[in-house]
């Protein structure tokens, strides 16, 4: 993909907004990929998630409050039950575990700054961190 098409399409998705730097816009854009191929499925490509199956992205206090349950749960997934916006899901979300911690960083930084999150850049540092802490 040529540079300026990037910045284009980036610049309509509003994902640059105050974070212009090269690295968001590299990790937000192969964020967006992973998404599409690894969570869409299940969480659908507007976050809006699969009725009472799977919780929604685009608005959830679980993802506001649990950021590094997050990313856990990214490469480690997750059984039990888990309550987003005061509704019990109780479907085991299978994790990727073959993605890299740079992978796992650009998912987040995609999913934390679309559909009204502004979190702003996951550096792979700090997804490598909590990573490493994940149960």
Known sequence: MRMWSLIAICAALSCCR???SPTFRQYYVQGEKLYLQHCSNCHQTDGSGLGRLYPPLNTSDYMTENFDSVICLIRHGKSGEMFVNG????QPMPGIPTLSDIEVAEIA???YNTWGHERG???VKEAAEVLA???
């Open 18 to 20: 105050g974070n212009s």
């Open 87 to 90: 509704v019990q899901f109780n």
């Open 109 to 111: 930084t995609y999913i």
């Open 121 to 123: 850049l996951v550096e």
């Open 133 to 135: 802490k994940c149960e």
